[in-house]
């Protein structure tokens, strides 16, 4: 079977109420739209990558988040998760050293920046200035992978 590439870039965005169920409702999004879209190569890894992202929006701000997954041009997918929060954490932030320490092996949290920065083909990140009454108007953190995308094999 021959698949045709689409002659413009997709678009699919999703708004997320503050609810710890809308993480599993990102990671179902992103896995229809790539299935849709023939796509399979790439699900393991953008929904990893964008599970956690959203999984970071819930835990470190008070309000919704905003999804968007694009397909460009060349097979290569782009995802970008906005939140409320003004701060971009390394590596988003592009300022200092912009690698994310491993975390402590008993630790139950803190990989989640860091699988971003190991299987994404590059990310970046932007505070979004001053919003309404002078209050800032969060950020947008994104990654992109290319057209074969896989996650290795996790040996214990």
């Known amino acids: 079977m021959v698949t045709v590439a689409p002659p413009h870039p997709w678009v699919y965005a999703l708004r997320l109420p503050r609810d ?3 993480v599993r ?17 790439a699900v393991d890894v ?6 956690e992202l ?10 919704p988040a905003s999804l968007r ?6 097979g290569r997918l782009r ?21 994310v320490p491993l975390a402590p092996l008993d630790s139950g949290s803190g990989r989640g920046l860091r699988l ?3 299987y994404a083909d590059s990310w970046g990140g932007w505070a979004l200035g001053d919003g309404a009454l002078g209050r800032g108007a969060g950020k947008l953190l994104w990654f992109e992978v290319g057209g074969r ?6 040996l214990k």
């Open 79 to 99: 995802v970008g998760v906005w939140d409320s929060d003004p701060y971009v954490p390394a590596p988003f932030g592009g300022a200092g050293d912009d690698s």
């Open 25 to 41: 409702v990102a990671r179902m999004t992103v896995r229809a739209a790539l299935d849709g879209h023939g796509r399979q190569d």
């Open 149 to 154: 995308a896989t996650l290795p094999l996790l």
């Open 46 to 51: 953008v929904e990893l990558l964008t599970s």
């Open 116 to 118: 971003v920065q190991e």
């Open 69 to 74: 997954l694009t397909g460009l041009n060349g």
């Open 54 to 63: 959203v999984t970071n929006a819930y835990l470190h701000t008070e309000g």
């Open 20 to 22: 710890p169920r809308a």
